[in-house]
């Protein structure tokens, strides 16, 4: 299985902090992508990186890829209330469906 | 921004009866899929659809679903005779025509089986 592992599981900090979640992975991929879920919601698309990318931004966010280690991290900045929620590394193959960790949850503190 | 809608957002239904969830991908994707999660767990690969027929599915996907395009715009997964471990949160999801590409998800579906 290629499934994206997440760590750690559970994660809590204080607002303005910075969090960093990381994925690991364990055959070839084509992309890795990253999701948040809140509580009985949908999975909201942070951002996708190709395997052939090392690291991508997007606002607050910043995404690292590995693939000789075959692991990513997220690292989300100066968090904020609104960035608690479920977080989860989807890895891609060619075959287009996507590999689900079983994600990282995240507490920011006022 | 274009999005994926689902409906219903919440179904309950009995143990044997058969049950329809209903997906409206972005308009100009080619590719359709349905993910389910169970409370608690992991996000799983149900299904994949392409081209008007299904391109890959997942052990779990046995002979009580199904999938279908009716339209040009609905996509549907059918769940024949529904059993209590089939509550789940159902997703539907859609991508662009190119390998590597981003895959949008609906809200959901919550179907409990009692």
């Known amino acids: 299985s290629q499934q994206g592992e997440e760590d750690p599981q559970a994660l809590s900090i204080q607002e303005g902090e910075n969090a960093t979640m990381n994925c690991s992975y364990k055959t070839s991929i084509n992309n890795l992508q990253w999701y948040r879920q809140n509580s009985g919601r949908g999975l909201v698309h942070l951002i996708l990186i190709r395997s052939n990318e090392r690291e991508k931004h997007s606002g607050r966010l910043r995404v690292t890829l590995d693939t000789s280690k075959k692991s990513s991290s997220l690292l989300i900045t100066a968090s904020r209330a609104a960035d608690t929620a479920s977080y989860f590394c989807?890895?891609?193959?060619?075959?287009?469906?996507?590999?689900f960790g079983a994600g990282t949850t995240v507490t920011v503190r006022a | 921004e274009p999005e994926v809608t689902q409906t219903p957002s919440h179904q309950v239904t009995q143990m044997g009866q058969e049950v329809i969830l209903r997906c409206v991908p972005i308009s100009n994707h080619l590719y359709f899929y349905w993910y389910r999660q169970i409370l608690g767990q992991k996000v799983e690969f149900l299904v994949s659809?392409?081209?008007?027929?299904?391109?890959?599915k997942s052990e779990i996907f046995d002979d009580q679903f199904s999938v279908e395009r009716p339209d040009g715009s609905n996509f549907t997964l059918k769940i024949r005779s529904t059993k209590l471990e089939d509550s789940a949160m159902y997703f539907c999801?859609?991508?662009?025509?190119?390998?590597?590409?981003?895959?949008?998800f609906g809200e959901g579906s919550w179907l409990t089986v009692v």
């Open positions: 989807a890895t891609g193959s060619n075959d287009y469906k996507l590999s």
């Open positions: 999801a859609s991508s662009p025509p190119v390998s590597g590409n981003t895959i949008y």
């Open positions: 659809f392409y081209n008007n027929e299904i391109s890959e």
